[in-house]
Structures are given as C-alpha cells and as structure tokens.
C-alpha cells in the first residue's frame, strides 16, 4: 500500500519540525553574531577598518569592510536577514515542540504499571535484600518508606502469596527541556522588541548645557521626553602622570521643569531614568570654549575669596591692592629643555592659567599657576591663589540606552535556570518492590528505572534498601 501523498502544510510542517534546521539556524545566528560583535555596530568607518586590519592585513581590510558594509553587518541587529533568523528559529522551536509534545505528553500521564515476572529480570538496576517475618507483616512498614522517598504506591498481589508494590514520581519533569524552549522564545521575544523600541545613542553635553535629545548613531535626535544637564565633570589622573584614573560626570534630570534627580555618575556607575541608561563613556574639550576660571584666593592673615572669572578677566587678592589678571590659558602645559613652556594636547591634561599680579599700577610678578601642581599655587609674597577648576570647556560624552526589552529578557533567563535544572537534575524515575515468602523470612526485591541521572537514581534505590535493611535485617 503506497504512503499517503503529503499536502504542502505536512510539507511544511515537517521542515520546520527538523532538528537539521534548527542546527542551521543557530549557527548562522551564533557566527553573524560573532562578525556583529567584533564589528562594532554603527561605529565610524575607520574605527572598523582598523579592526578588521589587525585581522585580515591593512590590503584586505577595505575591501572586507565594504562587504561587510554591503551585507548590512554594521548594523546588524536591525536588518532584515537578522531579525528573519530570529523568527524562524522561533518558529522552528514552536513546531519541533508541538510536533514531539503530544508522546512527552502520554509519558507524563501515563500510570504506574506493576511488573510481570519476566519483565523484572530485564532491569539492570536491582537488589535483594532478607526481612524478617511474612511478606504481609512487612507490608505497611515498605509501603510508608516507598511513601516517605516520595513514591506514590500502589498493590498488587502476587500468586504466591506476597505482593508487588510499584510507583513512580517526577513523571512532570520531562516537560523540562519544554520549560526551557519556552525560556527561549521569551528571551528572543525580549530581544526583538529592544531591536525595534529601543534607542542606542550617544550625547555629547558640555559642562553647564542642558539637552532634550540624544543622537543616534546615524546623527538623527531622539527625543528622551525630559531634559539632562551636565552640572560638571572632573579628570582624575594616577599621580602626576598623563593616564586617565577616572572620569566623573555630575548630572540632572529635569522633569517638566524640575530637577528630579541629581546624581555623579562614573565608568560602570550610570544614571538611570524612565527606562533611560547614561554611561560615562568619554570625554572631550570644547572647541573654542570660554570657560570660567574657578581660583581660592588666600590672602595675609588666612583671608580667603573664592572666585569665578573669564580669560582677560581681574580680581583682587583680598586683604591686598594687588590685582590678578588671567592673561592666558594652556590645557596641557609642558616645559622643554630651554625652559620654555607650550602646549602638548588640546584636552586638559595639565591646565594652566597665566596671571600677571599688579599693584599700584606696576607689575609684581607673573606666572603659570598649574591645576596639578600645587606648588604652583604659592606666591612669592606669601598670597596663595588654588586653581579649583577650568568650567565649562569640557563635554562629558555620554552613552545613552533604552531597552524595553530587558526586563522580558530577565524573566527568560530566570525560566531558562528552573527549566534547565529541571532538564539536568531531576528526572521520572520508577520503582518495583516484589515482597516474596522465603521461609519464614520476606524476600524483597528493588527494582527501578529512569529516563536520565541513572547513577544519583541508583544510590537513592541504595539508601531505600538501607533503610529496609536497617529497620528488619534477617
């Protein structure tokens, strides 16, 4: 008799039932992830090239990269071929799962079923063990400890005058490897809807501005529905030298027209808001900034003043008639062997400020007063003028995300962790106990099986026969 001609839904369905194709799926996902994760995802075209040079040689770089460029690698999450993987693994999972859902099904609901005889000797897992007395004076104590290891038990008589008792449990965790296919789909579900509502930006906000908006990597603004301004933001070094310890960015958050939330955020310390995620992630000078100056000016007698002004700008030494003016300004001072001094990088790696100090019209002295350096601060008449800060020069640059998404993500992973412990370390496990006369004695015999763990299964049957043992031993 010929096979019953297959429609084109059976056709379907059993392409999208096969295990071959979910193999196919998940490494095409897995390898364009690893070109996603090495590429980074709409970055500038140089900062790739140079990557892909210390791959593939400075001659294949370029042309790796248009390729890539071509295939839509450098924004990869977004794409259409990605997204399509996602669906059809999602796909593929759903339909393997019902296809194979309705035998699991019949296994969980099937019951327990004593043994014949014959079937007894085919088990491996097995062990004898003598009790004193008649099968039935030991039938309620085997049937309390089959009971208390979490056995659901039931009788059956036997012809010779004993009895059979035979359960199971765990008959429920086969449905593991379900749980976890389910953790799966909530997990890519997570995913998808952070690759379409979620936002993953850039914001560049100089000390003292306030912004609405963040930048896509394209340039386009997203609006973030309240406003952030950069109160300040401060380099720390290690020692005197030029390498970078941390960056700090005071922030705020101002919500229809008021501050919310004031907070200092740091490298793996972000601000938080409204789904909103802002990591320090650079930092930069202004071009041509006007910033403000910031000194602690102390004069005789311990006199102090603090005091803000520009470039070109005086004050006065308090106590004194001795005027300061900022004549100039260097954010990285440096002196060569000659003793002159000049400009070594654009950001403020080592501020310096020149005051020329006047009094009664005349000049007093003059000098670079360094930021790091406080011995720099001290004046030769004894005066102290402290540079506290160069504000508003510098921008904090700022990582700016939102991922809806996430938290559906969480919940797959924790789905993903009980589904998996159920997989790995629980199973659906049976157990016989034949209770025969031998003599006046009751000769028992354990029997049991399990889909998986067989080993953790056979020293629980142990410890069941020690306690059997224990109690009544011959």
Known sequence: MSEKKKTPVDILWDFFSSIKLAVVLFALIASTSIVGTILEQGASPEKNIIVLERIVGKGMAPHLYRFFETLGFLDMYHSWWFVSFLVLFAANLIICSLDRLPRILKLVREPARPLRPGQLRSLSLKREISLKGLPGDNHDFIMNTLKSSGFRVQNSPLENGGFQLYGQKGGWTRLGVYITHLSILVILA???????????????????????????????????????????????????????????????????????????????????????????????????????????????????????????????????????????FSPALATDQSGKTYTYSDMMNNPAAYIVFTEGGKEKYSGWVLKRFPTTWNLPDGNRIEFIDYWGAQYTGLQVRKDPGVWIVYLGSIIMGFGLYITFFTSHKKIWVFAEENGKNTLLTIAGSTNKNRAAYERKIDKIAGRLSGEKTT
């Open 190 to 328: 997570g995913a998808v809807i952070g690759i379409f509502f979620g936002f993953k930006g850039f914001l560049n906000l100089p000390e003292g501005y306030t912004s609405e908006v963040a930048y896509a990597r394209n340039g386009k603004p997203h609006e973030l529905g309240f406003a952030v301004r950069c109160d300040d933001f401060e380099v720390e070094f290690y020692g005197m030298s030029e390498m970078p310890k941390d960056y700090k960015s005071w922030l705020t958050v101002i919500d229809n027209g008021r501050e919310v939330v004031k907070k200092m955020i740091e490298v793996n310390e972000p601000l938080r808001y409204k789904g909103y995620t802002f990591y320090q992630s650079s930092y930069g000078m202004m071009p041509n900034a006007q910033g403000y100056f910031i000194f602690t000016v102390t004069g005789p007698g311990g006199k102090t003043e603090t005091i803000t002004k520009r470039l070109g700008e005086s004050f006065t030494i308090p106590g004194t008639e001795i005027k300061g003016t900022i004549k100039d």
